[in-house]
């Protein structure tokens, strides 16, 4: 297996200013970078920039993919973690799963790299598309989503060398089942199965009801005309997509704050792989019966069909023939084994010596006409048509 690594920033809040820009391309001569992106591959060699650097100056979120072993997220939240400390650090510090905070004020750097021996987990052959799924769930863990929290610790418990498969979850968040796409995606990513999040979710409560428009909406109510007009210039005149992260941040300092349910099952992380593979042989065999049901009604339908076309051959015998001749000039194996199945079932419908006769006297003219069709004859053969 040849070596692959792919590796990415993704700039999400603003784009990076001039300074910023040169600081990036001190870090790699061979990659794409742009005022949002930082981007490049290698079939050799490796990447010696500073990754943290990057976060810290501009890059909001990174990704590192090696097809031997190597599956590394992280992603800078400014504001830091929108939850007390008490609470966050009960999912941060298993393994590789890290807080690197930064040297001044409250923002920080959310680190994933667990440890995974080359070849133990499928290769992973379109890397990128899993880059929004990170900028997603970084969206959701700013805006005070508890359950992105417990997918890290998830992801974190995954790991060959550091953590101990017994290690007791973390509280459960509410509604982790319902998590979408992008927490399933991340799951895929770090080598684990995205019914994982159904196993993990069993005895937590429901979703919570915790709308953000809501919040949003009240916040902007209280706002005076001067301060509403202050914002609305912001957007006008700064760039809007930093704007918005700060305004976000804002909010969520001066409302009271919501807390995520959640609640302690005190269960190991293989207790939960357990689970999950019991959950997915479950579903495998609910869906390998709903497949064959399908096929049984399908053969049904297609048995009924065909005893309705035998009805319209013994009335009309001469038009069945034709259409046997018709396919076998169309070419095409398919068409061969049609043509076959037709002269069989003309065969049944007529029945006796007149149906045994007329059709392998057809079969006859068909290889006589047709020497070279070695498939078609063999279709005939089969049927019992041909000698």
């Given at each position: 297996?040849?070596?692959?690594?792919?590796?990415?920033?993704?700039?999400?809040?603003?784009?990076?200013?001039?300074?910023?820009?040169?600081?990036?391309?001190?870090?790699?001569?061979?990659?794409?970078?742009?005022?949002?992106?930082?981007?490049?591959?290698?079939?050799?060699?490796d990447f010696h920039g500073d990754a943290e650097g990057l976060l810290r100056r501009g890059f909001d979120a990174h990704l590192h993919y090696?097809?031997?072993?190597?599956?590394?997220?992280?992603?800078?939240?400014?504001?830091?973690?929108?939850?007390?400390?008490?609470?966050?650090?009960?999912?941060?510090?298993?393994?590789?799963?890290?807080?690197?905070?930064?040297?001044?004020?409250?923002?920080?750097?959310?680190?994933?790299?667990?440890?995974?021996?080359?070849?133990?987990?499928?290769?992973?052959?379109?890397?990128?598309?899993?880059?929004?799924?990170?900028?997603?769930?970084?969206?959701?863990?700013?805006?005070?989503?508890?359950?992105?929290?417990?997918?890290?610790?998830?992801?974190?418990?995954?790991?060959?060398?550091?953590?101990?498969?017994?290690?007791?979850?973390?509280?459960?968040?509410?509604?982790?089942?319902?998590?979408?796409?992008?927490?399933?995606?991340?799951?895929?990513?770090?080598?684990?199965?995205?019914?994982?999040?159904?196993?993990?979710?069993?005895?937590?409560?429901?979703?919570?009801?915790?709308?953000?428009?809501?919040?949003?909406?009240?916040?902007?109510?209280?706002?005076?005309?001067?301060?509403?007009?202050?914002?609305?210039?912001?957007?006008?005149?700064?760039?809007?997509?930093?704007?918005?992260?700060?305004?976000?941040?804002?909010?969520?300092?001066?409302?009271?704050?919501?807390?995520?349910?959640?609640?302690?099952?005190?269960?190991?992380?293989?207790?939960?792989?357990?689970?999950?593979?019991?959950?997915?042989?479950?579903?495998?065999?609910?869906?390998?019966?709903?497949?064959?049901?399908?096929?049984?009604?399908?053969?049904?339908?297609?048995?009924?069909?065909?005893?309705?076309?035998?009805?319209?051959?013994?009335?009309?015998?001469?038009?069945?023939?034709?259409?046997?001749?018709?396919?076998?000039?169309?070419?095409?194996?398919?068409?061969?084994?049609?043509?076959?199945?037709?002269?069989?079932?003309?065969?049944?419908?007529?029945?006796?010596?007149?149906?045994?006769?007329?059709?392998?006297?057809?079969?006859?003219?068909?290889?006589?006409?047709?020497?070279?069709?070695?498939?078609?004859?063999?279709?005939?053969?089969?049927?019992?048509?041909?000698?």
């Open positions: 297996m040849s070596e692959y690594q792919y590796l990415a920033f993704r700039a999400v809040d603003r784009r990076l200013t001039e300074r910023e820009l040169a600081f990036a391309r001190k870090q790699s001569t061979r990659a794409e970078i742009t005022p949002w992106s930082f981007e490049n591959e290698y079939h050799f060699g090696a097809n031997f072993g190597v599956r590394r997220i992280a992603f800078r939240l400014p504001g830091g973690f929108p939850c007390p400390k008490r609470v966050w650090t009960q999912y941060i510090g298993v393994g590789e799963l890290k807080w690197i905070k930064d040297p001044k004020g409250k923002g920080g750097i959310v680190s994933l790299d667990p440890f995974h021996e080359a070849g133990e987990l499928d290769e992973i052959w379109e890397p990128s598309a899993y880059m929004e799924d990170v900028i997603q769930i970084r969206e959701q863990l700013a805006a005070g989503d508890m359950r992105v929290l417990y997918l890290l610790w998830l992801c974190g418990a995954f790991d060959d060398q550091s953590v101990s498969p017994d290690i007791v979850e973390p509280p459960v968040p509410a509604g982790l089942a319902e998590g979408g796409r992008s927490f399933e995606a991340l799951l895929e990513f770090f080598g684990l199965d995205p019914l994982l999040l159904v196993a993990a979710s069993e005895g937590a409560p429901g979703p919570p009801d915790l709308d953000q428009r809501k919040r949003i909406g009240a916040w902007v109510d209280a706002l005076s005309d001067n301060e509403a007009k202050q914002h609305l210039r912001r957007f006008l005149v700064e760039d809007a997509k930093s704007v918005k992260p700060e305004l976000i941040a804002a909010i969520r300092d001066s409302v009271d704050r919501i807390d995520w349910p959640t609640v302690r099952l005190g269960r190991s992380f293989t207790e939960l792989l357990e689970r999950t593979e019991i959950i997915r042989a479950e579903r495998e065999t609910k869906e390998r019966k709903k497949q064959e049901a399908a096929a049984k009604r399908e053969a049904a339908k297609r048995e009924q069909e065909r005893k309705t076309r035998m009805k319209d051959m013994v009335k009309a015998p001469k038009k069945w023939l034709g259409e046997a001749e018709k396919l076998v000039e169309a070419r095409g194996t398919q068409n061969y084994k049609a043509a076959a199945e037709i002269l069989a079932d003309l065969r049944q419908a007529v029945g006796g010596d007149e149906g045994e006769q007329m059709t392998r006297t057809h079969a006859a003219h068909l290889a006589r006409r047709h020497p070279t069709l070695t498939h078609l004859k063999s279709s005939l053969r089969k049927r019992g048509l041909l000698e």
